[in-house]
């Protein structure tokens, strides 16, 4: 026995229902009363209020045990919460509850208004409806990216026919609403991925998202129909100091436009050109620079122009010696940081050191000048005398599927991260 029996009969069903059964009649009549379909109806949308209140007890095990021995006030005094009706919709179809609904009636729904984007899990506002916005990317180099820059990009978009004012015909009462999307304009395509079942929302190809249908020698001659033909605009951009590779612009209002719809935005996306000497990583700049052996040692002077445009004159002490892959940065000399023009990255050097090939007689004056090393003592007969060879590592770890990962991280530098950019 059960305390009270309200919430099943709302549902239609017995207190000895299964979840199964829930389901199916929550289902049914979330359908029959929704909003979306019954816009105005007040009666309807407080009965849509009842049964999700009724399906969010009854489907949770807990809450139906207690409802079923306390009542609606057990659950009150128990301190369970409730969850709207726009939640337990949304929830309940974004779980698998629409296997079986097809096109048209999904379509009926209009992508379910206030009640979110039931198959992407976010919210939607009743707001107005908008045009497509237009995406579009901008190439720009380091420079341009440093000093900041205005360009100007030209895009094409939809506007409104001026021929027909958007009806796609200049004949009164010719247009009828598509069969196939019901006037919504988009349809829904069902797809199965492994147990999950998802909907996609897709123009509707029957009317090509116009929402209506005209005879074909009731068109409007401009647009065929379309209500919108496409012009070209000339929008101007700011591309701000320190802008990064993928960064967005946004032009709210000048996308596409479509009858009865708010324009949708411009989306401009910054996309960073490679750099002959520098490579960007965050706000630092990278470069690679190959100096002689006796550069190294002794030290030395060089230039190169900064991505500032001035020139930088480096100086490597004497002492200072420098080994092949050695690290040095140059304080303030990156990139300028976004939003914060007074401020800049470091620019981070990496060394190649060049090896010459000696004579002789060079090797003989190189041994009195250097240290000499002392050769270690050992007998053939106690010893195997080998050779070196060349080797490319590369084709190495291919033929063999790899090095051994403790060899790998000894010629690594722990701590910096390597460069990846051209040789000045």
């Known amino acids: 026995m059960v305390k009270e029996k309200e919430y099943y009969d709302r549902l239609g069903v017995d207190p000895s229902c299964s979840n199964d059964d829930l389901k199916k009649a929550y289902r049914k009549m979330a359908m029959k009363y929704h909003p979306d379909k019954n816009q105005g109806n007040k009666e309807a949308e407080e009965k849509f209020k009842e049964i999700s209140e009724a399906y969010d007890i009854l489907s949770d095990p807990e809450k139906r045990k207690m409802y079923d021995s306390y009542g609606a006030q057990g659950l009150k005094e128990g301190g369970f919460s409730q969850h709207s009706a726009e939640d337990i919709f949304s929830q309940f179809f974004n779980m698998g509850g629409f296997s079986g609904m097809g096109d048209d009636e999904a379509a009926d729904f209009g992508g379910f208004g206030g009640f979110g984007n039931i198959f992407g899990g976010g919210k939607r506002s009743r707001g107005p409806q908008r045009g497509e ?15 900041g820059k205005t360009v100007k990009l030209s895009i094409n978009r939809d ?19 598509c069969p196939k999307c019901h006037g919504k304009k988009v349809i829904f395509v069902t797809q199965q991925r492994g ?17 209506d249908k005209i005879a074909d020698a009731d068109r409007c001659p401009t647009c ?68 002689k052996l006796l550069d190294s040692l002794a030290g030395t002077s060089f230039t190169f122009n900064g991505i500032s445009g001035k020139r930088i004159w480096v100086n490597l002490k004497k002492g ?9 940065a140059i304080v303030g000399e990156g990139m300028v940081v976004y939003k914060h023009e007074n401020q800049r990255g ?26 000499k090393t002392s050769l270690p003592t050992c007998s053939k007969a106690d010893c195997k005398e080998v050779s070196l060879n060349k080797v490319n590592l590369q084709s190495q770890h291919q033929a063999s599927g790899g090095y051994d990962d403790d060899f790998d991280r000894a010629r690594g530098h722990p701590g910096v991260q390597a460069a990846n950019c051209q040789q000045q």
């Open 133 to 147: 916005d237009i995406v579009h990317e901008t190439n720009r180099t380091l420079e341009e990216l440093f000093n």
């Open 159 to 177: 506007t409104i026919c001026k021929t027909c004012n958007g009806s796609g015909s200049n004949k009164p009462g010719v247009t009828s609403t």
């Open 195 to 211: 147990p999950m079942i998802t909907q996609s929302q897709a123009k509707c190809p029957e009317c090509n998202g116009t929402g």
């Open 224 to 291: 065929k129909g379309k209500k919108v033909t496409v012009t070209q605009k000339i929008v101007q951009i700011q591309v701000e100091k320190g802008m990064r590779d993928g960064q967005k612009i946004a032009l709210p209002g000048m996308g596409s436009e479509a009858p009865g719809c708010e324009p949708g935005d411009v989306i401009i996306i910054v996309r960073e050109r490679p750099h002959a000497l520098f490579q960007r990583k965050g706000n630092d700049l990278y470069m690679k620079k190959k100096i």
């Open 320 to 328: 200072d010696t420098i080994k092949p892959g050695d690290i040095r």
């Open 346 to 371: 470091n620019l981070i050097i990496e060394f190649d050191v060049e090896y010459p090939t000696l004579s002789d007689d060079n090797i003989k004056k190189l041994e009195e000048i250097l240290p």
